[in-house]
């Protein structure tokens, strides 16, 4: 289960944070989630407080560190350290540089029970520290002193998203968990119309739709995609819905569009609409 991502302002902040007693089947529960959540946001590390659960337990998925680590206890830390630029589940929209230590070694207890102790470096290093931070409350915009300078917000990218099947879906699932991170917006999506499917014949609506309605997202289905009869007067038909659609882009404010299996080839008049497009380095 996807779980809800707790703000820097949420109350879960303010308790004491305490030792995982047991891993027993709620811990395990809970750990699973928490990687279904990380997975589904693309970050690299969740501690239990940002799903808001008062528990010192956090994960980490970069590169070759795909572990769980419980009650963890960092043993010592170097004294070299460098700066590296961070960012946050619990407060999107910003990012900042953060020194920290290049080195440390932690103990703590694995998902399946097992007592470890590693020794860390770099960008590992320092996910490690961050997620640490989060078991006492700290965020690492509380490590920058000159936030003028490091701390600095970003708008997300706000995308049209053109699809219609199980791999559009796939597409769009990972954009909507990056948009829940404040990364993206996706004020509009583009489907096909609902198919006739099975043996009584009922329309279905895309897996792109399906999913789009799931996380409340806009949708919008143009006719252009069903199949007419050869007497239609099929491009009058084109230029009428293209020019609503260009409404719509337009009044979404799109920077830009991703395309994934769509089923149409998109006419330049629409490629060419948002601010990041094909032609933008051309020119
Ligand atoms: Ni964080």
Redesign the pocket.
């Known amino acids: 289960m996807i779980l809800k991502i707790t703000k820097d302002a949420d109350r879960v902040w303010k308790y004491k944070f305490r030792n995982v007693p047991a891993l027993d089947e709620k811990t395990r529960q809970l750990i699973r989630d928490m990687k279904e959540t990380l997975e589904f946001t693309g ?1 690299v ?3 239990a407080p ?1 799903v808001g659960q008062p528990l010192r337990i956090f994960i980490a998925d970069y590169g070759s560190l795909r572990e769980t680590f419980i009650n963890p206890k960092i043993l010592t830390i170097g004294k070299e350290t460098s700066g590296g630029e ?6 999107p929209g910003f990012r900042g540089l953060v020194k920290r230590p290049n080195q440390l070694t932690i103990e703590y207890i694995d998902a399946k029970g097992n007592k470890k102790q590693a020794k860390l470096t770099g960008f590992y290093a320092r996910i490690i520290q ?2 640490y ?2 078991l006492s409350s700290v ?2 915009v509380d490590r920058i002193t000159n936030k003028k300078k490091n701390l600095y917000e970003f708008e997300p990218i706000r995308i049209a998203f053109f699809g219609t099947n199980d791999f559009s879906a796939t597409v769009l699932r990972s954009m909507i968990g990056q948009a829940t991170v404040g990364e993206y917006n996706i004020p509009l999506v583009i489907t096909a119309p609902p198919k006739l499917a099975g043996r009584e014949q009922k329309p279905r609506v895309t897996a792109v739709e399906t999913l789009a309605k799931q996380f409340d997202l806009p949708v919008e289905a143009p006719s252009w995609l069903v199949k007419k009869s050869k007497t239609d007067e099929k491009e009058k038909d084109e230029r009428v819905i293209n020019e609503e659609l260009i409404k719509k882009i337009k009044l979404a404010k799109a920077d830009c569009i991703v395309v994934a299996s769509y089923g149409k080839i998109l006419p330049k008049e629409i490629l060419n609409l948002p601010k990041w497009h094909s032609g933008y380095y051309q020119t």
């Not at 961070?86 to 407060?91: D, K, W």
């Open positions: 970050g590390g969740l501690a940002q961070e960012g946050c589940l619990s407060i961050h997620e931070d989060h965020f690492y």
